[in-house]
């Protein structure tokens, strides 16, 4: 059982250049989420998904686009990538929204820099 | 959505019991208090969740007063491992929008 996994660890792109980040669970979770954490901040919600082929916009979408054609899967799209979103990139998982809310099951994170 | 406010910073030695409170003065009636603990180079991971009054588990106790303004997270004889980044989380799960906050930065010593 390898819970959240993101591929790659690590990426750095030139101003302008597209790539996707993929994101894969083995839980059978609904939910799924991507954020994005800057140095010294916390956590920021980009796009979340509450099941197979739904999406919807988080706290800082601009910029991104995502993806949920397989309930295992969520993709994360940077079109034309800009230097304001070198960050790092973490997905997760969560059984259901709750009520309560459900655990988020974090992945380890992909580190991107745009030149 | 409530936005929460944590002490940026904390130090303690090891085997002491530490305390990390959050304010959170707009939460919602639907609103839960969670919190995450994010080690340097990982995704976050849950510690404990509640609604109201006490909360334990076998790693951490919360503590919500009556008027649910504020909690405090309480971590019983810490070790340097227990050395990472704390984040208070209040949300409605309806609108699965969590705001995480800059957290508190735990440093336990020797």
């Known amino acids: 059982n390898a819970g959240v996994t993101q591929t790659p660890k690590f990426r750095v792109l030139k101003t302008g250049q597209s790539m996707t980040l993929l994101c894969a669970q083995d839980?059978?979770?609904?939910?799924m989420y991507w954020y994005r954490q800057d140095p010294g901040m916390g956590l920021r919600l980009i796009h979340y998904s509450v099941g197979e082929g739904t999406t919807a916009k988080g706290e800082v979408p601009d910029g991104y686009n995502v993806s949920r054609l397989k309930k295992q899967n969520f993709l994360l799209g940077l079109e034309s990538a800009a230097p304001s979103q070198t960050s790092v990139y973490f997905c997760?998982?969560?059984?259901?929204?709750?009520?309560?809310?459900?655990?988020?099951?974090f992945g380890p994170g992909t580190r991107l820099t745009v030149l | 959505l409530a936005k929460t406010t944590q002490p940026i910073s904390m130090d303690s030695y090891e085997g002491q019991e530490v305390n990390i409170t959050c304010s959170h003065n707009n939460i919602a009636t639907n609103d839960y208090i969670t919190w995450y603990q994010q080690f340097p180079s990982q995704g976050p991971r849950f510690i404990i969740q509640?609604?109201?009054t006490k909360v334990t588990n076998e790693v951490a106790s919360l503590f919500i007063p009556a008027d649910r303004k504020s909690s405090t997270l309480s971590l019983p004889r810490v070790s340097l491992s227990d050395t990472a980044v704390y984040y208070c989380l209040v949300g409605d799960p309806g609108t699965y929008k969590y705001i995480f906050g800059t957290g508190t930065r735990l440093k336990v010593l020797a």
């Open positions: 997760a998982s969560s059984l259901s929204g709750g009520p309560p809310p459900d655990t988020q099951y």
């Open positions: 509640g609604y109201k």
């Open positions: 839980m059978n979770h609904e939910y």
